[in-house]
């Protein structure tokens, strides 16, 4: 098994654990950050089945899936969440995700986050598409990723089911031999 550490400037990256199910409340619990979301906040108990979802994942082969604690360089403390799904149909090829306290939001730590999953899918990885898609009403999550090198490449009508109904989802992606580190 391959542990995951993936550091920067301001963020740094690891493999959560049991010991993150509060931290990651925080974020996964919260109406505020979870507003975007195709799902109502969850409770302890689903967040800690996440967690154990990303424990086990971290040992299976080939790793197709990523839960990853976003920790915040200076004070060390968990402030969110990042995972990065590999399709096994597609294995040159993994969706990103993440979520980060609110009282973290509007201090470009989201392009910073993005920044450190499109470096660990290249870098490390040897992807060759990461991808992400946002609801398109999340403009913090659209700057985010134009700002970190990915391009928006088109709208899917319909495509999340919600618990306000369905929700269309705005994709941004990166390649490899496009994408340069910013």
Request: aromatic share 6%.
């Amino acid at each position: 098994m391959r542990q995951v550490v993936c550091t920067g400037t301001r963020l740094w990256l690891r493999e959560v654990t049991e010991a993150d199910v509060a931290a990651l409340h925080a974020v996964y619990g919260d109406p505020q950050a979870t507003q975007y979301m195709p799902f109502s906040p969850r409770t302890l108990q689903q967040v800690a089945a996440l967690v154990e979802e990303g424990v086990r994942s971290a040992a299976a082969e080939p790793r197709l899936l990523y839960v990853l604690a976003v920790l915040d360089v200076e004070s060390q403390e968990v402030i969110g969440v990042a995972r990065l799904h590999i399709d096994a149909e597609r294995p040159h090829s993994a969706e990103i995700g993440l979520g980060l306290r609110p009282d973290r939001w509007g201090r470009g730590m989201g392009t910073d986050l993005v920044r450190l999953l499109l470096a660990f899918g290249f870098k490390q990885l040897g992807l060759h598409r990461v991808w992400g898609a946002r609801s398109p009403a999340n403009l913090p999550a659209q700057l985010a990723m134009l700002t970190a090198g990915m391009v928006e490449e088109g709208r899917l009508r319909h495509h999340v089911s919600t618990p306000a109904g369905w929700r269309d989802s705005v994709i941004h992606a990166a390649l490899d031999g496009e994408w340069a580190e910013r």
